[in-house]
């Protein structure tokens, strides 16, 4: 069965520095999805980057990349040049392909300093 | 395009009170599903659709009923409701099935909040 791990329940980051959050998950399928959202104070849940099992490329999204190591089976979401609205809890999330049960971390809460 | 609506935003529930949750989306997506969250567990799959007419269960279905009857709407039954069930509820779609792979995400409503007493 899928599982995702998000070790760290709480980081904190000063402005304008960079933070990685950490995500590692455990399945048996070599073809999968990762994700990775962001849930601001309001609750809504917002898509940040995505990375297939396939792609041989870091996912990047402006200020956000995915640090994807297969082997290690780890999926870190790094945020340069953080910024006090970068401040919310983060999900790792995984699909595998033909299973429909999106499996969600128990995210990490990001609080960014002045 | 609205994207993902969800009605209400909050509710109270006493025990053993049934109610129905919402979700609607108008981007014609094949996929709907619906996730509690509930604090340190992040979201876990209820139910879920892959089009009108075709549901299945997810990680934690237990008191929970879904029906699919157009593309748009997908409404969570609570049948009798319980404490157990006091968390928030997000509704979610995305455009295939296959979302393994390629860029296909699942966008999310902003929630309900519900309290069962």
């Known amino acids: 069965a899928q599982k995702i791990t998000q070790t760290q329940p709480g980081m904190f980051v000063q402005e304008k520095e960079a933070v990685t959050l950490d995500c590692t998950y455990d399945t048996s399928d070599q073809s999968y999805g990762l994700f990775w959202y962001k849930q601001p104070s309001s609750g809504e849940m917002i898509f940040l980057i995505y990375?297939?099992?396939?792609?041989?490329q870091n996912a990047t999204e402006g200020r956000y990349s995915l640090n994807f190591q297969k082997a290690r089976k780890s999926a870190n979401l790094v945020i340069s040049a953080s910024q006090l609205g970068d401040s919310a809890m983060y999900f790792c999330a995984m699909r595998e392909e033909d299973n429909y049960d999106m499996r969600f971390g128990a995210g990490t809460r990001l609080t960014v300093k002045p | 395009n609205a994207g993902v609506t969800q009605t209400p935003k909050f509710q109270v529930l006493k025990t053993g009170q049934s109610m129905t949750l919402q979700c609607a989306q108008d981007?014609?997506?094949?996929?709907m599903s619906w996730y509690r969250q509930d604090p340190g567990m992040g979201l876990r799959l209820i139910h879920y659709?892959?089009?009108?007419?075709?549901?299945d269960q997810g990680e934690v279905p237990n008191g929970y009923n879904v029906s699919r009857s157009t593309t748009e709407d997908f409404p969570l039954r609570l049948l009798s409701a319980a404490p157990s069930q006091t968390s928030v509820y997000f509704c979610a779609s995305s455009y295939s099935v296959a979302g393994a792979m390629g860029t296909d995400t699942q966008y999310f409503g902003p929630g309900t909040r519900l309290t069962v007493l």
């Open positions: 990375q297939g099992s396939y792609d041989e």
């Open positions: 659709s892959v089009g009108a007419g075709i549901t």
């Open positions: 981007m014609n997506h094949e996929y």
